[in-house]
């Protein structure tokens, strides 16, 4: 971990949930279930700011902060830049990217398909468990079926 305050990535992740053309099936739903958190009035969010899945510790999820339009608005960013925990150009962040306007949308569309995954899902996994994996923060694969963890 690092001193630096939480910035955001140039622009969503190839993997974002929150992307409009990420396939279904990529996340756990527990992760999926996470960005529900931040779609209430400000002060029913969590103050947890939202950190890139494929990034270092100091990266915010860029499709996270772009998803609604209006960064500022959310209770992290807000919180975490008067304790100096995220910069505070994270508040003004934008991107062409297309994305799901809201996370119970982007959790939605990922849930869809969490049990049988298709062949582009598949290809983004094993994508991100490679990255991760050289990152030094792997990924542990649970077969959703059987719960059993795969090697």
């Not at 992740?13 to 929150?18: F, I, T, V």
């Not at 094993?126 to 923060?137: I, W, Y």
């Amino acid at each position: 971990m690092t001193d630096e305050p939480m910035k955001p990535r140039p622009r969503p992740c190839a993997s974002c949930p929150y992307r409009c053309d990420v396939p279904s099936g990529v996340w756990a739903a527990d992760e999926y279930d996470k960005l529900t958190r931040y779609d209430g009035e400000t002060y029913e969010q969590s103050f947890v700011p939202f950190g890139c899945h494929q990034g270092n510790d100091n990266e915010l999820c860029s499709g996270w902060l772009a998803h609604s339009g209006h960064p500022e608005d959310l209770l992290a960013v807000r919180i975490g830049i008067s304790n100096g925990t995220v910069a505070p150009e994270a508040a003004e962040y934008s991107t062409t990217v297309p994305l799901f306007p809201s996370g119970a949308a982007a959790a939605e569309h990922g849930k869809r398909e969490l049990l049988y995954p298709g062949e582009h899902a598949a290809k983004v996994i094993d994508k991100v468990t490679k990255v991760r994996a050289l990152r030094g923060a792997p990924i542990t694969k649970i077969d959703p079926v059987t719960g059993e963890v795969e090697q």
